[in-house]
C-alpha cells in the first residue's frame, strides 16, 4: 500500500473510530461462512426495537477483482465490482442497486506519495458527480470534499479538512454543511502496548450556535478483550466491552445512559460476529 495522506474520510478517521465505532444500541448477529471455491457468505440479523432486518451477502475474489452483492429483506440487490490496482495507487469501483435504476456509480480512487483522491459519477443521465482530494505526506494533510448536482447545477456538498500526524497523536480540523459546522478531533495513543488511547471531538454549529464535546477511551484488557468508554455534552455515558473468543469472531456488549435523566432505562445493544 502506498504510503502518505490517504483519502479525504482518513481526516480524523482515527478519533471517530474510538469514538463511535463498535458502539451498538440495537441486537446484531452475523455469521460468515467460506465454500470450497473460496466464496465468503455472510448473514446477518439486526433488531431494532420491534423491527428485524436481514440480509445475506456473498464476496467472490479473484485475483485483483473483488465482487460483492448483497440481498436485503426489501429485495433490494445490491452489487459492487471492485478492481484493485489495474494500475499502481489505482482502485475502480462500480456499484448499483436493483431494482433502482438511479444507483449506478463509477468510483476511482488514486493514492500518491503525496496525495490522494477518490471521484465518482453517477450512471444517470444527470448524474451527481463527486470529487475528494487530499495532498501532503504522512504528516501533514490538506482535503477538500465537493459533490456537484448537475440537474440543479448547485453544489449539495462542500468540505474541507486539515490533519496533523505524529507517532502517537493525530489532530485534525473540519468545515462542513458549506461552512456552517466546523469539528476539530484529536487522538493520542497513550500505551501501545495495551492499545490505551483518548480522543475527543469538538463540533460548532454557527446556525443553531450549539457546541457538542465528545471525549473517550480505549484500552485492552488482554490480547483479546477492548473496553472503550465515552461521553458528551448533552450528559450521555456509553462504554462496550468486546471480546475475541475465537480468530475474528467478535462478541460485544455495549451500554448507554443519560446521566442527566438517570430514572431513565440504560440502552443495552448486543452485536455477535462469527467467522471460520
Known sequence: MVKGPGLYSDI????????????????KFTITTYSTTGVAITSSGLKKGELLLADVSTQLKNKNLTT????????????TITVD????GLKTIVSFVVPDQKSGKVELQYLHEYAGINT?????????????????????ALGTDLSFDTTTGNFTKCNAGLSFSTSDLIASLALNDKGDTV???????????TNTAVGAELTHSFSSNENTLTIGTQHLLDPLTTV???VNSYGKASAL?????????????????DTRAIEKSAKIG???????
Do not use: C, M
Open 12 to 27: 480524523g478517521k482515527k478519533a471517530r473510530d474510538l469514538l463511535y465505532r463498535d458502539y451498538v444500541s440495537d441486537h
Open 68 to 79: 460483492d452483492v448483497k440481498v436485503d429483506t426489501n429485495s433490494n440487490v445490491y452489487t
Open 85 to 88: 490496482e489495474p494500475a499502481p
Open 120 to 140: 465518482s459519477i453517477g450512471l444517470t443521465a444527470s448524474p451527481l458527480v463527486n470529487f475528494s482530494g487530499v495532498a501532503g505526506n504522512n504528516t501533514v
Open 183 to 193: 469539528s476539530a478531533s484529536y487522538y493520542h495513543t497513550v500505551k501501545p502496548v
Open 228 to 230: 472503550k468508554a465515552r
Open 241 to 257: 466491552i468486546q471480546h475475541e473468543w475465537r480468530p475474528r469472531s467478535l462478541f460485544t456488549i455495549s451500554g448507554e445512559v
Open 270 to 276: 448486543l452485536a455477535v460476529a462469527l467467522k471460520p
